[in-house]
């Protein structure tokens, strides 16, 4: 039965994971193929002022145009962090994490698409990037924002101390003993109560009856001493 409950919470992930990623990559590359059809290169467009801008530029390096001119090595390490994703996955057993794990997958396949698909060659395409925002210097895509966002997701589980299976798990390192949390935020603890141990050892404040045997500290019982009415 526990075994079962698994698959299925597993089957779950993994739609979730699969669902998340496929999104987010056709918003990256549809998002890219109209910025690449309506904008020229270098071209700036107001959105909604200053706050947000598109300028259409062509990145040779990594999120928000980090390490140009090492297009080859991003690619290597996305394929390597695309592999690592696909393998780890039948091992989410969390919707939270399956969203994380989507998020990070998308991101990486539509900038990995854009270095091994787009010019100038196979491994060293330069990556679409057109948003602008004043907080950031760098110019970005909706991939790179997925990357960012499953980071962002990955810190509050991690402070959470939501686990791969969903349950958080918080630990007093004094004490030795911990405590199991559901994602409801519901908590039990691990270490027994005193009823639950009564209830499994139900002789423990049972004291054993002691045979009356009339005899104190180990000495013999007194026998009545007989009488002889001796004439």
Same mark, same amino acid.
């Given at each position: 039965? %526990?075994?079962?409950?698994?698959?299925? /919470?597993?089957?779950?992930?993994?739609? /979730?994971?699969?669902?998340?990623?496929?999104?987010?990559?056709?918003?990256? +590359?549809?998002?890219?193929?109209?910025?690449?059809?309506?904008?020229? %290169?270098? %071209? +700036?467009?107001?959105?909604?002022? +200053?706050?947000? +801008? *598109?300028?259409?530029?062509?990145?040779? $390096?990594?999120? *928000?145009? !980090?390490?140009?001119?090492?297009?080859? !090595? *991003?690619?290597?390490?996305? /394929?390597?962090?695309?592999? *690592?994703?696909?393998?780890?996955?039948?091992?989410?057993?969390? /919707?939270?994490?399956?969203?994380?794990?989507?998020?990070?997958?998308?991101?990486?396949?539509?900038?990995?698409?854009?270095?091994?698909?787009?010019?100038?060659?196979?491994?060293?395409?330069? #990556? #679409?990037?057109? !948003?602008?925002?004043?907080?950031?210097?760098?110019?970005?895509?909706?991939?790179?924002?997925? !990357?960012?966002?499953?980071?962002?997701?990955?810190?509050?589980?991690?402070?959470?101390?939501?686990?791969? &299976?969903?349950?958080?798990?918080?630990? &007093?390192?004094?004490?030795?003993?911990?405590?199991?949390?559901?994602?409801?935020?519901?908590?039990?603890?691990?270490?027994?109560?005193?009823?639950?141990?009564?209830?499994?050892?139900?002789?423990?404040?049972?004291?054993?009856?002691?045979?009356?045997? $009339?005899?104190?500290?180990? %000495?013999?019982?007194?026998?009545?001493?007989?009488?002889? &009415?001796?004439?």
């Amino acid at each position: 039965m %526990e075994a079962s409950a698994k698959a299925k /919470v597993s089957v779950r992930a993994l739609v /979730v994971l699969a669902i998340v990623a496929l999104c987010v990559y056709a918003i990256d +590359q549809v998002t890219k193929f109209l910025v690449v059809k309506n904008l020229v %290169e270098g %071209e +700036q467009v107001q959105v909604l002022g +200053q706050l947000l +801008q *598109f300028r259409f530029v062509k990145n040779s $390096g990594a999120a *928000f145009s !980090i390490g140009s001119g090492s297009t080859w !090595i *991003f690619s290597i390490v996305g /394929v390597g962090v695309l592999i *690592f994703v696909i393998w780890y996955a039948p091992k989410i057993r969390s /919707v939270a994490w399956a969203v994380l794990f989507g998020l990070l997958l998308g991101g990486l396949l539509g900038n990995l698409t854009d270095r091994l698909l787009r010019e100038p060659g196979f491994g060293v395409g330069h #990556v #679409v990037d057109f !948003i602008q925002i004043p907080l950031l210097p760098a110019i970005f895509n909706m991939a790179d924002v997925a !990357i960012v966002s499953s980071m962002v997701l990955f810190i509050i589980l991690t402070i959470r101390g939501v686990g791969l &299976d969903g349950r958080r798990h918080t630990g &007093d390192g004094g004490t030795g003993t911990g405590t199991t949390a559901d994602g409801d935020g519901s908590a039990s603890s691990s270490t027994p109560t005193r009823s639950e141990a009564d209830t499994d050892n139900p002789e423990a404040d049972t004291d054993s009856p002691k045979a009356d045997t $009339g005899s104190t500290d180990g %000495e013999a019982p007194l026998r009545p001493e007989s009488r002889s &009415d001796a004439a």
